[in-house]
């Protein structure tokens, strides 16, 4: 067995025309993923509509999402949420003047 480490932190591109979104693992039931947005949003008119719960934590960075139902919420670093299947979100914005990094884990129903 090998065991490989890297830090989160690592390999941030200096240019990020686009959001990127990185598969840090992936097994039957969980994704986990590295998300880095800077000066970022969803497409207008854009809601997300997963078929899964998501966990998410800003680990560096600002920013805002948007649900369907229920107020905006602003995120700092170190702010965690749980987005379940099917809630409707968007990103608002992310900061322009610094990467947000993103840790994004996504739970699937249990697959036997």
Same mark, same amino acid.
């Given at each position: 067995?090998?065991?490989?480490? $890297? #830090? ?6 200096? /240019?990020?025309?686009? +959001?990127?979104?990185?598969? *840090? ?15 970022? $949003? #969803? ?6 509509? /997963?078929?899964?719960? +998501?966990?998410?934590?800003? *680990? ?53």
């Amino acid at each position: 067995m090998n065991i490989n480490s $890297s #830090s989160i932190f690592a390999d941030i591109p200096k /240019q990020l025309p686009l +959001e990127l979104c990185q598969t *840090l693992l992936t097994k039957p039931n969980v994704r986990i993923e590295r998300i880095i947005s800077k000066g970022h $949003s #969803s497409a207008d008119g854009f809601w997300y509509d /997963q078929t899964q719960d +998501e966990w998410v934590i800003l *680990l560096q960075g600002r920013a805002r999402l948007s649900f369907r139902d229920t107020p905006s919420i602003e995120l700092n670093a170190g702010d965690y949420l749980l987005i379940p299947a099917h809630y409707q979100h968007r990103v608002d914005w992310t900061a322009p003047d610094v990467e947000t990094i993103w840790l994004a884990i996504h739970i699937f129903d249990r697959v036997d």
